[in-house]
């Protein structure tokens, strides 16, 4: 599980509350991404940011908040404002300079209580 | 923007047949197609990839082919195992500053032992 990490594994929220979930990488990778996962609808992009202190939305960005403070660091908060929050949500890093190789985490599983 | 359709959402397979994953894409600019499987429970990796400049690559059991003019790319996979059984995505993008990766909606490929 070396390169990139997400926790926690398994996330509740409750409804009105905001939740962040926490991406870290060690891969020096500039670049990173985040990707929620509903069945039946591949990967749909929320976020990305390709240097520090920078970032862009998505196809899906509505509902969700982001940080680039360090390199190594790409949190993402699911805020109240997104109504259907449950899914599996990945995030990715890749060099700079493209995204040719996506490098996943082993995601997080978001419910609803 | 770009879309990115799979067909069939599912295919089975006797092992030791070949498998054929069809992607079409609409945007004409795309120029590079990565494909990623998902065994499940795990996260999602890159198998194979293909730049807009050859019409086919080939890695051991798995090849991908791109007919640019017809705007459509496919994985095939000989000799199938059981191993092979996940969910498979491809993607398209347009290099460039700011590029993201359009994934399709992935396909389930179940292989018959």
């Known amino acids: 599980d070396g390169g990139i990490t997400q926790s926690p594994k398994y996330l509740f929220r409750k409804e009105g509350q905001n939740v962040t979930l926490s991406c870290e990488q060690n891969?020096?990778?500039?670049?990173m991404y985040w990707y929620r996962q509903d069945p039946g609808q591949g990967l749909r992009l929320i976020y990305y940011s390709q240097i520090v202190n920078d970032f862009q939305k998505g196809d899906i960005a509505e509902g969700y908040s982001v940080s680039r403070e360090k390199k190594e660091s790409f949190p993402l908060t699911v805020t109240s404002a997104q109504k259907n929050p449950t899914a599996f949500y990945l995030c990715a890093s890749s060099k700079q300079g493209g995204i040719e190789k996506l490098f996943f985490g082993s995601g997080t599983q978001l419910s609803v209580l | 923007g770009e879309n990115v359709e799979q067909h069939p959402s599912t295919l089975s397979v006797q092992e030791g047949d070949s498998a054929v994953i069809k992607c079409t894409y609409s945007d004409s600019a795309s120029n590079y197609f990565p494909w990623y499987k998902q065994e499940l429970g795990k996260r999602p990796q890159l198998i194979i990839d293909?730049?807009?400049?050859?019409g086919e690559k080939k890695d051991q059991r798995i090849a991908v082919t791109l007919n640019k003019t017809a705007k459509h790319f496919s994985l095939h996979i000989t000799e199938t195992q059981p191993e092979d059984s996940a969910v498979y995505f491809c993607a398209a993008l347009v290099t460039g500053a700011n590029s993201k990766l359009t994934f399709g909606k992935g396909i389930t490929l179940s292989v018959r032992p």
């Open positions: 293909i730049r807009s400049n050859v």
């Open positions: 891969l020096n990778h500039d670049a």
